[in-house]
């Protein structure tokens, strides 16, 4: 190109870039890493060279001969038949069929349900007794036949059989439960070495993979597989509630099977699902290993499991609540009231004090204190740091033992009748306390679908806040209440209750026997 003597625009622009840069540098202004629009200096993006497992056939191979099915035989109880004359919608009922002709066939029916029985002259029969069946899931743990489900797959089960991957049957026996962990153990006795798998020792971390083996809707063993989704979930199950949330597929019938690790590791106890529809919506929850270990280790040696008692209702310390009592945060669990001649009691814990530690443990909230006083043994003591009066104290407490609301024991050993019992009424309960709630009453946990409490439409979480008259905080004052009234020879007994924000009187029946 012929230089006629002009500078290009294009040069002219480079040329004043230059000078700038020079001038900058001469100015110390230029750095080692000039920033340009078109081009912004960022910092690395994160990067994870994790291997990810191709398949699980590897881990579901080795671990599923452990795995098995768990049927449970449960007694229904038998139904009273009446066919005497009374207050029972039966007047004339007998006068009836004594006035069929000889040899008539109803009366070989009335003869065979309706034979007389009782002390009121009534002619009563029981019906045959009849049997339903639950199953679920389980795992071996040892080479000679100890086998881990959930409390809630054997409750109320008088005859228990093990299913093996094979298809295998064998007679198994209750070694022990405990309901407020939902855990069971039960033995196997053959003259056989089972395969068997172990706990893991570590915490599985959230997003690491699991997979479920169980026994859903009764089909045998199925696998699936998913991560952890988060841990120490609480969901309101029982004062212990500690769960993994995963998010392999879990429905009916996986309960009480494990949850594996990628190196065959059972990192929990599958319990329990979230689900609206009835069915598996992606959201599981399973015992920690942690805590199954050290209950199933208590069952084997004892039977049952043994857990320190305070004896304290407590709530939770709201930020209103800890800028009241001058605390610099809210943190601990505040004393509602001190339960009558409990630990807490004669230690001289009172309404108003804050729990903060347990020897040197930090109390977080309700649910932290209760699973702290229950690792403990009874009789144990122990320095109990509350807030009182705007400054820290320690009180040492002996620990009593805490009392299970139904006695668990092994399927040939008969329990003691004491009455008429919340079990009669077809009610399970639990303290507020305990379910993690504030305030007074006792919290239905559990209700019996044929019982006389279902047919008066109590419902799970509904709250009993008086019997005949007496307010009620435990489950023993419940029975107080119960056994007074039927001391009293009341037929029926009146319980307030309270649902959702509405309160009402409903009559139980005493007569249960």
Do not use: C
Request: aromatic share 6%; charged share 25%; proline share 4%.
């Amino acid at each position: 190109m012929k230089n006629n003597g002009s500078v290009s625009p294009l040069r002219s622009r480079r040329a004043k870039l230059l000078a700038g840069v020079v001038a900058l540098g001469a100015a110390g202004l230029l750095t080692a890493q000039t920033i340009v629009p078109s081009q912004l200096a960022l910092a690395d993006a994160v990067h994870v060279d994790a291997a990810t497992p191709t398949d699980f056939s590897e881990v579901v191979r080795t671990v599923s001969p452990a795995v098995v099915s768990v049927q449970v035989k449960q007694a229904v109880e038998p139904r009273m038949m009446n066919f005497g004359g009374g207050n029972d919608g039966n007047d004339g009922f007998e006068d009836f069929f004594k006035g069929l002709p000889d040899g008539h066939p109803l009366q070989r029916f009335f003869r065979d349900f309706g034979g007389r029985g009782g002390d009121d002259g009534q002619d009563k029969r029981r019906s045959p007794r009849q049997y339903g069946m639950s199953q679920g899931s389980g795992f071996f743990i040892s080479e000679d036949g100890y086998v881990v489900t959930n409390h809630h797959v054997i409750d109320h089960g008088t005859e228990f059989t093990v299913i093996g991957q094979d298809g295998e049957e064998y007679d198994a026996k209750l070694i022990g439960a405990d309901k407020r962990t939902d855990l069971a153990l039960l033995k196997v006795d053959a003259d056989e070495k089972f395969t068997y798998v172990e706990f893991a020792q570590d915490a599985p971390q959230v997003g690491e993979w699991t997979v479920a083996i169980g026994n859903p809707f009764g089909l045998g063993g199925s696998v699936t597989a998913g991560i952890v989704s988060a841990r120490g979930r609480d969901i309101g199950a029982g004062p212990y509630d500690d769960f993994i949330q995963i998010d392999a597929p879990v429905n009916r019938g996986n309960s009480g099977g494990p949850a594996f690790n990628m190196h065959g590791e059972v990192i929990g106890v599958n319990a329990a699902i979230f689900s609206p529809s009835g069915g598996n919506v992606g959201i599981a929850f399973a015992i920690p290993a942690s805590t199954a270990q050290d209950v199933i280790m208590e069952l084997k040696d004892d039977g049952t499991v043994v857990r320190g008692w305070l004896g304290v209702q407590i709530q939770n310390v709201t930020d209103d609540i800890a800028e009241s009592l001058g605390l610099d945060e809210a943190r601990g669990a505040i004393v509602a009231e001190a339960q009558e001649n409990s630990p807490a009691e004669k230690a001289g814990l009172r309404s108003g004090d804050t729990i903060l530690a347990v020897d040197g443990t930090k109390v977080k909230g309700p649910r932290e204190l209760s699973k702290i006083i229950a690792a403990y043994e009874p009789d144990t003591k122990v320095d109990v740091t509350v807030w009182r009066d705007g400054a820290e104290k320690d009180v040492t407490v002996t620990l009593g033992r805490l009392q299970e609301s139904e006695k668990v024991a092994s399927a040939e050993t008969q329990t003691e009748d004491t009455g008429t019992s919340l079990d009669k009424l077809g009610l399970i309960v639990t303290s507020k306390a305990e379910a993690g709630m504030d305030g007074e009453g006792v919290v239905i946990a559990e209700i019996d679908p044929d019982s006389p409490a279902a047919e008066k439409s109590l419902n799970t979480g509904d709250v009993i806040l008086e019997v005949a008259g007496m307010k009620v905080n435990s489950p023993a004052d419940i029975q107080k209440a119960l056994e007074k009234a039927e001391k009293d020879g009341r037929k029926a007994v009146l319980f307030r209750v309270q649902s959702a924000d509405t309160t009402r009187f409903v009559a139980l029946p005493m007569n249960l026997a």
